[in-house]
């Protein structure tokens, strides 16, 4: 759990889970998101490498500043605390789109 005593906003999770014809795809993220008083975007990484190895975390925090930087998202923390990958079906770029799925449903306007 992030060290913080910071507004509490939701708790995502994104799954990107595909087979495309040879290839598999596979990459699940759990994600606590905080506001924060700073005008900045932060990111924790709270998995051990067992748990979630860090060629996969730095996918994570990529997507997190890719999206806030492209929707004009600031004071907020991104605390990952969970994830599941697989040795053989698991890249960074699956990692990249499970957290931007996981950040768009969270912050896409509702219908």
């Not at 913080?4 to 495309?20: N, P």
């Not at 067992?50 to 730095?58: I, T, Y």
């Not at 004009?72 to 960074?92: A, H, P």
Request: net charge negative.
């Amino acid at each position: 759990m992030c060290k913080s005593s910071r507004k509490f906003l939701a708790e995502v999770e994104g799954r990107y889970v595909r087979q495309v014809s040879s290839i598999d795809h596979y990459a699940i993220v759990k994600l606590r998101i905080y506001m924060i008083d700073t005008d900045a975007v932060l990111f924790e990484n709270h998995c051990s490498e067992e748990q979630l190895p860090q060629r996969f975390a730095v996918g994570v925090e990529k997507a997190v500043q890719y999206y806030a930087a492209e929707h004009n998202i600031s004071r907020i923390q991104v605390c990952l605390f969970d994830g599941e990958w697989q040795e053989y079906d698991s890249s960074e770029m699956d990692f990249i789109l499970a957290t931007l799925k996981a950040l768009f449903e969270l912050f896409s306007p509702k219908k």
